[in-house]
């Protein structure tokens, strides 16, 4: 299964709202209704959304109309924009954006342009799905056999539109036939730990066990968990990660349990540009989804309700980052610029 592709002029996906009760495929050729799922998270995770957001933006470029590259790029910067507006802690998102921009500036003309950035949307899923598949190899070398792992949030093929990060780095140990079970966290508000990471961890045939985002410190406590592997959406130059809410007290409680705290991601989703997790963006999303689960009100009607989408992990917590340039451990600062600079 491919997370996302393009495909004759549309762009493809899974909707991933309607997972697991149905596997239903999305069509779009019109770059609203990317932004739409983007939004809605019909399409989400990290790298996937700055997938979808190339494709759209590509997509959208081809039915501006203008007469000189002036105009059309004027219009091309408010189309990305849009994208821009979708969700604001990803840095990947963001990533795809600029050098989508940046490669419409250097065209001769407007249908060089459109041509291009379809071919540009094209390499940065190429280029993530080899990144996804090299750093779930390393990572592996990380799982001994026997491992159980804790993860949180769905890091898998939904997530990147390729093979995966964190949840690819437990498809690789097991393609190097390491004995390996899963404890997947629900990871409320929306449940994607229950309705994603369960439903591609069963396609892949790997034992998986849902919890409670709550009883992740009994069965650590316990002794029933070996490693902990979750992805990221954004990480800062000095180790911080931001990633799915939840993710900061798992660190802590693994810490406390002397439990490896590991964060697979590509190198897609380090910003150098911000020093630590205290500048990141938090995005704040409808408190809807925290009093009603699938249009079902679980609180009293017009309670108050909070729901960032991500908390940040300070680096301190993090045993190692594995990107498809190696696996990264303290000091951070000086290893992540590093790293960036290859």
Same mark, same amino acid.
């Given at each position: 299964?491919?997370?996302?592709?393009?495909?004759?002029?549309?762009?493809?996906?899974?909707?991933?709202?309607? =997972?697991?009760?149905?596997?239903?495929?999305?069509?779009?050729?019109?770059?609203?209704?990317?932004?739409?799922?983007?939004?809605?998270?019909?399409?989400?995770?990290?790298?996937?959304?700055?997938?979808?957001?190339?494709?759209?933006?590509?997509?959208?470029?081809?039915?501006?109309?203008?007469?000189?590259?002036?105009?059309?790029?004027?219009?091309?910067?408010?189309?990305?924009? %849009?994208?821009?507006?979708?969700?604001?802690?990803?840095?990947?998102?963001?990533?795809?954006?600029?050098?989508?921009?940046?490669?419409?500036?250097?065209?001769?003309?407007?249908?060089?342009?459109k041509a291009s950035l379809i071919n540009e949307a094209r390499k940065i899923q190429a280029?993530?799905?080899?990144?996804?598949?090299? =750093? &779930?190899? =390393?990572?592996?070398?990380?799982?001994?056999?026997?491992?159980?792992?804790?993860?949180?949030?769905?890091t898998g093929t939904l997530a990147v539109g390729g093979y995966g990060t964190a949840l690819?780095?437990?498809?690789?140990?097991?393609?190097?036939?390491?004995?390996?079970?899963?404890?997947?966290?629900?990871?409320?508000?929306?449940?994607?730990?229950?309705?994603?990471? /369960?439903?591609?961890?069963?396609?892949?045939?790997?034992?998986?066990?849902?919890? %409670?985002? &709550?009883?992740a410190g009994y069965f650590m406590n316990r002794g029933k968990v070996n490693c902990v592997?979750?992805?990221?959406?954004?990480?800062?130059?000095?180790?911080?990660?931001?990633?799915?809410?939840?993710?900061?007290?798992?660190?802590?409680?693994?810490?406390?349990?002397?439990?490896?705290?590991?964060?697979?991601?590509? %190198?897609? /989703?380090?910003?150098?540009?911000?020093?630590?997790?205290?500048?990141?963006?938090?995005?704040?999303?409808?408190?809807?989804?925290?009093?009603?689960?699938?249009?079902?009100?679980?609180?009293?009607?017009?309670?108050?309700?909070?729901?960032?989408?991500?908390?940040?992990?300070?680096?301190?917590?993090?045993?190692?980052?594995?990107?498809?340039?190696?696996?990264?451990?303290?000091?951070?600062?000086?290893?992540?610029?590093?790293?960036?600079? %290859?």
């Open positions: 299964m491919k997370g996302i592709d393009w495909i004759e002029g549309k762009i493809k996906f899974i909707d991933q709202t309607r =997972l697991p009760g149905e596997e239903v495929f999305l069509e779009l050729d019109d770059y609203r209704g990317v932004v739409t799922a983007i939004k809605e998270m019909k399409v989400r995770g990290a790298v996937t959304i700055s997938i979808a957001a190339a494709y759209g933006i590509a997509l959208g470029a081809q039915s501006i109309k203008a007469e000189s590259k002036e105009a059309f790029i004027r219009q091309l910067s408010q189309l990305c924009q %849009t994208f821009s507006a979708t969700r604001p802690t990803a840095v990947n998102l963001f990533r795809a954006i600029e050098r989508l921009s940046r490669l419409a500036q250097a065209a001769d003309n407007i249908s060089q342009i280029e993530e799905e080899r990144a996804t598949e090299r =750093l &779930s190899k =390393l990572g592996a070398e990380l799982i001994e056999d026997g491992f159980t792992i804790l993860t949180h949030c769905n690819g780095v437990i498809k690789a140990a097991r393609e190097q036939r390491k004995r390996v079970n899963v404890i997947a966290a629900e990871t409320r508000p929306l449940l994607q730990g229950a309705r994603l990471t /369960t439903w591609e961890l069963t396609r892949e045939n790997i034992p998986v066990t849902l919890i %409670t985002d &709550s009883m592997i979750l992805g990221a959406d954004r990480i800062a130059a000095n180790g911080d990660v931001a990633n799915k809410i939840g993710t900061y007290t798992l660190a802590v409680l693994a810490m406390e349990n002397g439990i490896p705290f590991y964060v697979a991601a590509p %190198t897609s /989703t380090i910003d150098l540009s911000i020093s630590s997790g205290a500048e990141m963006p938090i995005e704040e999303r409808d408190p809807e989804e925290v009093t009603h689960i699938q249009g079902v009100p679980i609180a009293p009607e017009g309670v108050n309700a909070a729901n960032p989408a991500f908390d940040i992990t300070p680096h301190l917590y993090v045993t190692a980052i594995i990107t498809e340039k190696g696996i990264i451990k303290e000091p951070y600062e000086l290893r992540l610029k590093k790293v960036m600079q %290859t």
